[in-house]
């Protein structure tokens, strides 16, 4: 496995995201999420939000070979499975979909750190591009009091950014009304984020499968990559465990202790007390011993 790290000029703090033109090719596991998703029925996005919007929701996270994710997709998406295939989102005859996250934390990584540490009341707070449509989409994402997932969001326009006052005061009212305290007097841009994603969705449940990911540190101005042969993939649901973890396990695949923002800081800075997805880390962006 290799990752690669370069060094540049960190965006303006708060100027509106940067979006690359596409995220590089990741070759094996941007063919492998490509062709998963072209391989089944579609269904589109109003569907998707009616049968699984799971603005809350539980989420396990895999790094998976592709070869192993082909295998995997081709069982959940198999027309004879019981109680249904899942179905790829397909959205103007597109199955797969290019991402830009630009996430904000304190100068002192806040956010970071009460994620590695276990604090219930963390919060990550970023925007989100969806670079086929233009869509921009502030949100600030809590962790619930069963450990699940709850993510709010304000739509960006024009050269909105999220330093401004409006997501500043819904921030600010986020954090007051579902934990109690205050926003954070300063936040910068800390990370960015591009990748190519596949969702598949079956009734109450979504699977999220990312290839190609590019991680850059817009403090230092370094970059890693995720290896090319392997594919993130998120299940989401309200429930527990799914069909999908299921097969995921039985194929010897077991959750990661992994998350785009945190094992991404975790890889660009050695420094950082960052042991719980260092891991993780190493499997996704390279380095020795291997994902299990």
């Not at 029925?41 to 009616?50: K, Q």
């Not at 850059?216 to 649901?237: F, I, N, P, S, Y």
Request: with cysteine; aromatic share 8%; charged share 25%.
């Amino acid at each position: 496995m290799t990752a690669a790290v370069r060094q540049g000029a960190p965006a303006p703090a708060g100027a509106p995201a940067q979006v690359p033109t596409a995220p590089p090719a990741a070759a094996a596991a941007v063919r492998a999420i490509q062709d998963a998703a072209h391989a089944t029925a579609p269904i589109p996005l109003a569907e998707v939000n009616a049968r699984a919007e799971l603005m809350t929701r539980f989420d396990r996270s895999y790094l998976v070979p592709a070869e192993t994710f082909l295998s995997i997709a081709a069982r959940l998406t198999d027309p004879r499975r019981p109680g249904g295939p899942f179905r790829a989102l397909t959205i103007d005859g597109r199955r797969a979909f290019r991402y830009h996250s630009v996430y904000y934390d304190t100068p002192g990584l806040r956010s970071f750190h009460d994620h590695r540490q276990g604090r219930r009341l963390r919060f990550k707070v970023r925007e989100r591009v969806y670079q086929d449509t233009g869509e921009r989409q502030f949100e600030v994402k809590l962790k619930g009091r069963r450990g699940d997932t709850v993510k709010h969001r304000r739509p960006l326009a024009g050269t909105d950014t999220p330093l401004d006052a409006g997501c500043r005061a819904f921030l600010a009212d986020t954090l007051q009304r579902f934990y109690g305290i205050d926003s954070p007097a300063t936040l910068q841009p800390s990370l960015s984020t591009d990748y190519l994603r596949a969702t598949f969705v079956a009734d109450g449940e979504r699977i999220t499968c990312d290839a190609g990911l590019v991680c850059d540190d817009l403090r230092a101005g370094h970059r890693v990559r995720c290896d090319a042969d392997l594919v993130l993939v998120e299940t989401k649901t309200a429930g527990h465990l799914t069909d999908a973890d299921r097969l995921l396990h039985a194929c010897g695949v077991r959750p990661a202790v992994f998350t785009k923002y945190c094992g991404a800081l975790a890889a660009l800075s050695p420094a950082l007390p960052g042991n719980r997805w260092r891991r993780a880390a190493r499997c996704a962006f390279g380095g020795e011993g291997g994902c299990y």
